[in-house]
T-cell receptor, first 114, second 114 residues
Framework: AQSVTQLGSHVSVSEGALVLLRCNYSSSVPPYLFWYVQYPNQGLQLLLK??????LVKGINGFEAEFKKSETSFHLTKPSAHMSDAAEYFC????????????FGKGTTLSVSS | DTGVSQNPRHKITKRGQNVTFRCDPISEHNRLYWYRQTLGQGPEFLTYFQNEAQLEKSRLLSDRFSAERPKGSFSTLEIQRTEQGDSAMYLC????????????FGEGSRLTVL
């Protein structure tokens, strides 16, 4: 079964520092991959998605992620953290069958200090 | 507001009572998904519909849980004889496109079972 593993349940950075949130997937074929963000008391919002086109994917709010097949990774980065980036981030994989539900990782909480 | 709508947003009930949650998806979306999210975990898939047909159910969906989407529009998730372990956030999502798998989430319905 396909799955995603998010390394680090909690990441803390200073404002202006690089943000790196790690995600590794397990799949025998390149899957569709997603990053979602969840702010307190809100629903999940799509940050970006990889659907087998360009391996470097740019998303909203300055985030981007790079699909690396050799490392089975899809890490999320942002060059300079902002206080408003503090939230929970989820990596998700879509199994190869069309229409099936996304499988989510356990999430990484990002804290940003001034 | 044309996003996914869920109600009630919060529900507190006593163990053994029945509860029902409603989800109104984005109007042109034909796929609808239910997930459950507990503290410190990512969303866990429960079930999904294409139009009115329930196409997949997770093993997490015990016989006390039932979901319907009678006319292919809104959906309900009913939990009978609630247990304390049912306390969670119940998330609904809809999708316009089976191929990319991108999901649009509502803000969730939080259930507390006393």
């Amino acid at each position: 079964a396909q799955s995603v593993t998010q390394l680090g349940s909690h990441v803390s950075v200073s404002e202006g520092a690089l943000v790196l949130l790690r995600c590794n997937y397990s799949s025998s074929v390149p899957p569709y991959l997603f990053w979602y963000v969840q702010y307190p008391n809100q629903g999940l919002q799509l940050l970006l998605k990889y659907t087998s086109a360009a391996t470097l994917v740019k998303g909203i709010n300055g985030f981007e992620a790079e699909f690396k097949k050799s490392e089975t990774s899809f890490h999320l980065t942002k060059p300079s953290a902002h206080m408003s980036d503090a939230a929970e981030y989820f990596c998700a994989v879509r199994p190869n069958q069309a229409g099936t539900a996304l499988i989510f990782g356990k999430g990484t909480t990002l804290s940003v200090s001034s | 507001d044309t996003g996914v709508s869920q109600n009630p947003r919060h529900k507190i009930t006593k163990r053994g009572q029945n509860v029902t949650f409603r989800c109104d998806p984005i109007s042109e979306h034909n796929r609808l998904y239910w997930y459950r999210q507990t503290l410190g975990q990512g969303p866990e898939f429960l079930t999904y519909f294409q139009n009115e047909a329930q196409l997949e159910k997770s093993r997490l969906l015990s016989d006390r849980f039932s979901a319907e989407r009678p006319k292919g529009s809104f959906s309900t998730l009913e939990i009978q004889r609630t247990e304390q372990g049912d306390s969670a956030m119940y998330l609904c999502a809809s999708s316009p496109d089976a191929n990319t798998g991108e999901l649009f989430f509502g803000e969730g319905s939080r259930l507390t079972v006393l």
